[in-house]
């Protein structure tokens, strides 16, 4: 059995009938954090998503907490047109069974019920940690003062940074063993973002071990120990974050001298 909380073998995966990624492996010794910094478009999110069972992985094999998330062999083909893929293959992941076992990726805070408000939102939330003890109510609210003075208000009501912290504070209450955070600043003013960055730092030094995509790397190397660079749907380069260098030279690797 392996050491390692997530151990990812050599998994391909992409929309429909493009690949996105491929071949990726990728293991997560318990207690470590890991960086993912690379250009806009080249497959982060879809590896992320796929790797919490959102979408179908093509094929490879993902081990978290000892546990095999997927079916064995590779993605069935389509058997008719214009059919939900879904519909008439067997998924290769069940994505609650990969949140039931503590992989939580906090979804984007844009993704939320709208009409809901922030305090139904996390009661679902609490749903989701099955028996398992995960933040409560009290616990999110000392990170996220904000969501305790908003609780009756409804999500679409809410700002962007609001939306973000009740994503991440969901996120806690559904017991993670480890936490896919997919740029969780994007977008939002320096005051809030300071907020929430100062949320993941807490969360992280509490132990919980934290995959992290971000553009900011001063702010990744205040969370992660490793950091990955992902360039057009593989990893390019690893490095610990004693070896990190500065932006520019992070750009340069992965561009070149021209950027
Ligand atoms: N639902 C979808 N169906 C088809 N293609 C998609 C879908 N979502 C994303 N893509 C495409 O997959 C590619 C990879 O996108 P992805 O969002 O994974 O990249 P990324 O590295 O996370 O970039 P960003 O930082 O901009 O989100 C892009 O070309 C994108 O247009």
């Known amino acids: 059995m392996s050491d390692y909380i997530l151990d990812v073998r050599g998994l391909s995966g992409g929309y ?5 990624f491929s071949d990726i492996s990728l293991q ?9 910094f690379g250009p806009n478009g080249h497959g982060k999110t879809t590896f992320l998503k796929t790797l919490s069972g959102l979408i179908d992985p093509w094929a490879g094999d993902i081990f978290f907490s000892g546990q095999r998330m997927n079916r064995e062999g590779e993605r069935g083909s389509r058997r008719w047109r214009n059919f939900n893929y879904d519909a008439v293959t067997r998924r290769r992941i069940d994505p609650k ?3 039931r076992a503590g992989l939580i990726h906090v979804q984007q805070g844009n993704l939320l019920f709208p009409e809901l408000t922030v305090d139904e939102t996390l009661s679902i939330a609490t749903t989701a940690a099955h028996g398992r003890k995960g933040w409560s109510l009290p616990e999110v609210h000392a ?6 003075e908003r609780g009756s208000h409804k999500i679409r009501f809410l700002s962007g940074g609001e939306r973000q912290m009740v994503s991440m504070a969901a996120g806690l209450m559904a017991a993670p063993k480890l936490l896919i955070l997919d740029e969780p600043t994007l977008g939002l003013s320096p005051k809030v ?36 660079l992902f360039d057009h749907g593989r990893f390019s ?20 001298e021209a950027h």
């Open 28 to 36: 997560i010794a318990e207690g470590e954090s890991i960086g993912i």
């Open 193 to 228: 973002r300071q907020e929430l960055c100062d949320a993941i730092l807490s969360v992280r030094k509490l132990g919980l071990p934290i995959v992290l995509i971000d553009q900011d790397v001063a702010f990744l190397e205040q969370i992660i120990d490793t950091l990955y």
């Open 97 to 99: 069974a990969v949140a």
């Open 143 to 148: 990170l996220f003062p904000r969501l305790h």
């Open 237 to 256: 380069g690893r490095m610990e974050k004693e070896e990190m260098p500065d932006h520019q030279t992070l750009m340069e690797m992965l561009f070149g």
């Open 16 to 20: 429909d009938t493009t690949q996105i």
